[in-house]
């Protein structure tokens, strides 16, 4: 295999280890459960993860601050940079970065991963896994990342780590089998002491919703990390750090499959841990969330939200048998301290004066789940030099929105809120509607696509919920971040009925929440409770003509538009991909994000489609819930 000729001495070193357990000689390096004795560490570990290219400040944010409702600046990345700076006064501390570095803002379209880099490069982390959406724009692209990250002028170059991504020798990851783009893990000594930090991404996401090379092999999680833990258990090293893109869920799935796994930092979920009820946001779990792993020994597990908006801190204590004792520390939001409140009229919302400002921000000292800080100047000034050509293509207004328009990946999960700070999009992940600004989208292909009886785009795709007021090029890239064009197939009714089975049983089957289907034209009745094959009833499409809805006839032939990652097998989409690898389907060449802009142009506003017509009609959980339409 590749990774084997990649890591040539790291094999022979395993081998002569492997001959000195057999011959009985008394060393560390050869593991097992009588392990000897380990000096005593505390590990500090300062994180964050799928940043996806939010280098600047999401204004506008709402929290409750001292109870009251508050409109504040959270995130940008040079307030990262400044986090990162303070925590280096904490002792033996690791700086990483859990994936999904990459994608998701105009500083990427414009710019292809080097304004992350190079921002990146203010912190200087200890190690940064691969996700999913580094693969979007392929291996040639994620290699080019690499690059840029690893020789970007810090005095320790970050070490790109993922253990269950196998290159082809050849390719733009493995040049050459010596000169691999990333490693398996990486070692760091912590206060005398070797910490391994072991890299993992999401398999079949990745495969499914990025474009990867097809020569490229990612290996089911479980086994690929375990065999990683083992070789650097027999170079001797006691304390393992799992640097997952894998989710929140199955990060604590996969503690317990482990062994010798310590701490996990994740990302991929995007999900906050901790107490925020007193600032009105909700959370997956408490921050750490202590688990055990196959030993039955404690591990901790961390992650830091999204877009830069939080900060996490753990602190990990060692025992002299390297067995955690302890674990605490604290996923921090990350604000600027400028506050605008309610004004007396219920409608305007004003900056608070100086002095009202700067008790506010003592008050906030105080706690914990809250973090005041001003940007980085060195990052900031970093982040000027790209900032001319995005804030002139970001000012452009191209319409508007007459209603918050609100994002939600799959109708009923309430652990996926997509509301964006949004207050009247909070509850939309409950309704049967699921959501407005897919459903928007799906009607700007339909239009765009003359030809097209209807148009399907999945949930992962759409990005953001979209508020009332200016409609920006920004909201446009932000919305639509890929590079997708949209393709029209010839298909009949059932097989259109088909893919939007598969692309359900992504989500119900699979785990997976950017694979739930929207479209334009079409509607149906969900029971996600039902098996495969089942789920779908009522489908039906409406004349582009008259605007009437009738049942869909499956011996017909329709022409169906959507995106070429849905239209290539993307999400589970494998009807599509029947049809898309025998070449029967017309490429557009029409950018999606362009036609969203376009359609936006021509009608000059934006609004909720009428109920009637919503893909979903009819929405079962797959827990047997009936969701309300309203």
Partial sequence: MPASNAFAPQAHRL?????????????????????????????????????????????????????????????????????????ASKPNLLKLHAGDA?????????????????????????AVTLGNHEFDDGDASAAAFIDMLTKGGCPTPTAVISANIVPKVGTPLLPTADKPAFRPYTIKKVDGVDV??????????????????????????????????????ALGVRHVVLLSHLGYD????????????????GGDSHTLLGD?????????????????????????????W?????????????????????????????IGDNYLRLGSDGKTWAALADAERAALTARLAGQSAVKVVAPDAGATQVLDGYKGKVT???????????????????????????????????????????????????????????????????????????????????????LLPFNNVIVEFELTGAQVVAALEDGISAVVDGGSTGPYPYAAGLRWDVDMSRPKGQRLSNVQVRNKATGAWSAIDPARTYVLATNDFVAAGGDGYATLATLYKAGKYVNTYLLYTQSFVDYVKAKGSISRPARSEYSNQTVITKDGVRLPND
Avoid: W
Wanted: proline share 3%.
């Fill in 196 to 233: 391994a930090i072991v890299g993992v991404a999401t398999d079949q996401k990745t495969k499914q919703s990025s474009r990867p090379l097809e020569s490229t092999q990612f290996l089911e999680p479980v086994a690929a990390t375990q065999k990683a833990i083992d070789e650097v258990r």
């Fill in 102 to 126: 990459i994608t998701g803002s105009l500083y990427y379209t414009f710019f292809k991963g080097e304004a992350d880099a190079k921002m990146m490069n203010t912190i200087c982390f200890d």
């Fill in 276 to 304: 925020f009820k007193a600032q009105g946001v909700e959370s997956a779990g408490a921050y750490p969330t202590v688990v055990k792993n196959k030993d039955g020994d404690t591990v901790c597990i961390g992650q830091a």
């Fill in 392 to 478: 002139e293509a970001k000012a452009q207004v191209i319409g508007s929105a007459t209603q918050d328009l609100c994002l939600v990946r799959v109708p009923g999960d309430t652990k996926d809120n997509r509301a964006g700070g949004i207050a009247s999009c909070e509850q939309a992940n409950t309704l049967a509607r699921g959501s407005d600004i897919s459903q928007v989208v799906a009607e700007a292909f339909l239009y765009q696509a003359k030809r097209a009886d209807f148009a399907l785009q999945n949930a992962g795709g759409v990005r953001i919920s979209v508020p009332a007021g200016p409609v920006t090029m920004n909201t446009a890239f932000t």
């Fill in 15 to 87: 081998a002569s280890l492997a001959l000195a357990c057999a011959v009985g000689l008394n060393l560390a390096a050869c593991g097992g459960s009588d392990d000897p004795d380990f000096k005593p560490i505390e590990l500090n570990i300062a994180h964050i993860n799928d940043h996806h290219s939010n280098l600047e400040a999401i204004p506008n944010f709402q929290l409750k601050l001292d109870g009251v409702d508050t409109r504040v600046e959270i995130g940008g990345f040079a307030r990262q940079t400044a986090l990162f700076k303070e925590a």
């Fill in 306 to 334: 999204e877009y830069a908006k939080a900060f996490g801190l753990m602190n990990v204590k060692f025992d002299d048998r390297g067995r955690v004792t302890a674990c605490g520390g604290q996923a921090s939001l990350v």
């Fill in 250 to 265: 199955k990060d604590k799935a996969l503690a317990a499959q482990l062994t010798d796994v310590d701490v996990i930092i």
